[in-house]
């Protein structure tokens, strides 16, 4: 089983006009490597603003007004990062922190017996090779985290995903919530080690 992808998403009120890859270089949140993966901007023709996506320092980044993501594909750690930008920003309004994590699993034979659907291979002939079927669990993890974790399994695959959503009241609330980042990744991580009976792979 593979990490495959971990990101940090704040809920808030964001800048995206001040948030771009030329003040985060200048203010030294990230390094510089827009010249080998370049700058994305979505443009809404039916009117509203769009997120603006770009690579910078080893994390893709998605800006928006009410929403910032950062995320890796080899599940590295973007706390320091934001927490740069939080000094920078200090009076940014963030109402809620999530953590997200992935996993995939080429293999389905696991300690514990994953889900299938009915008649799977009926499904399969009247739909095709990409059914899959899922599990949703949702549970209050130390009081104060929503974590909600959806297994999706079809035939070539299983995938873990993971939610760790903390609503947050204050800059130094938010601060805490960030870092709990690699808290929450190891508690995945033991819950996948689990259910697979392997260890997970991390970049």
Known sequence: MELVNANTVLLGGFNPHIIQ??????QEVAADNTEETGVSVQINIGGGAQPIRFNLG??????GLTRLKISSDEGCDPSHIIKKLLELLPHTPIRAVG????????????????????????????????????????????GDVDLKIVITVSSHEALIDANYHRGVDGHSGALNAIDSFGADLE??????????GRETRHA
Do not use: Y
């Open 99 to 142: 953590h997200n994590f992935q996993f995939r699993d080429a293999e389905r034979k696991w300690e514990q017996p994953l889900a299938s659907l009915p008649n799977e291979h009926l499904f399969h002939d009247k739909l095709g090779e990409q059914v899959s079927s899922a599990i949703v669990s949702t549970t209050k993890r130390n």
């Open 21 to 26: 890859p030329s003040w985060l270089v200048e």
């Open 58 to 63: 080893g994390f893709e980044w998605e800006v």
């Open 187 to 196: 508690h995945i991580t033991d819950i996948a080690e689990g259910m697979c």
